[in-house]
């Protein structure tokens, strides 16, 4: 059984991880609307993993016999001014939610629940992985510049994931 000091933090990345999922559909809503649909492909398979992230907390709290508590999820924003741009607050937001999980296994750690520490560590290793793959996309914006000819390559290339 959570305790309920654990079970209010889980329920708030619950909410947290479906702001990254709502965060990242307004970004490729801004890629779509700039023509940028490789862009716009990348950031909506990313919407899709923070929601899987989301509903594998859900269903741990359940699973250990917790309430779900959903709160509202804040809106967005919905401009910004380049590719670059996009991609300097992905990665900051998944260094955010870094912090983020590592409290979260800290809370575990700190209420010696053992499940929820192990649980938590497939999260601590997903985002070594969420902050390489974003990190990974600015730094090609940044080695080929901000530019229109040269991100039409790169939208090509980030519309291949699947």
């Given at each position: 059984?959570?305790?309920?000091?654990m079970?209010?933090?889980?329920?708030?990345?619950v909410?947290?991880?479906?702001?990254?999922?709502y965060?990242?559909?307004?970004?490729?809503?801004?890629?779509?609307?700039?023509?940028?649909?490789?862009?716009a492909?990348?950031?909506?398979?990313?919407?899709k993993?923070?929601?899987?992230h989301?509903?594998?907390?859900?269903?741990y709290?359940?699973?250990?016999?917790?309430k779900?508590?959903?709160?509202?999820?804040?809106?967005?924003?919905?401009?910004?001014?380049s590719?670059?741009?996009?991609?300097?607050?992905?990665?900051?937001?998944e260094?955010?939610?870094t912090?983020?999980i590592?409290?979260?296994?800290?809370?575990?750690i700190?209420?010696?629940?053992?499940?929820?520490?192990e649980?938590?560590?497939?999260?601590?290793k997903?985002?070594?992985?969420?902050?390489?793959?974003?990190?990974?996309v600015?730094?090609?914006?940044?080695?080929l510049g901000d530019?229109?000819?040269h991100?039409?390559?790169l939208?090509?290339?980030?519309?291949?994931?699947?």
């Amino acid at each position: 059984m959570l305790s309920k000091t654990m079970e209010e933090a889980l329920n708030r990345q619950v909410n947290r991880e479906f702001y990254s999922a709502y965060l990242y559909l307004a970004m490729s809503a801004y890629f779509e609307s700039a023509g940028m649909k490789g862009f716009a492909q990348w950031m909506r398979i990313q919407s899709k993993e923070e929601r899987m992230h989301g509903e594998k907390i859900y269903d741990y709290i359940l699973a250990r016999g917790g309430k779900i508590a959903l709160g509202d999820i804040e809106a967005p924003r919905a401009k910004w001014t380049s590719a670059g741009k996009v991609f300097e607050e992905v990665v900051s937001h998944e260094q955010k939610v870094t912090g983020m999980i590592h409290a979260l296994v800290d809370l575990a750690i700190r209420e010696k629940d053992h499940a929820s520490f192990e649980m938590l560590q497939w999260f601590v290793k997903e985002q070594v992985e969420e902050e390489a793959s974003a990190g990974d996309v600015l730094n090609q914006i940044n080695v080929l510049g901000d530019v229109v000819g040269h991100l039409f390559w790169l939208d090509h290339e980030l519309g291949k994931r699947e």
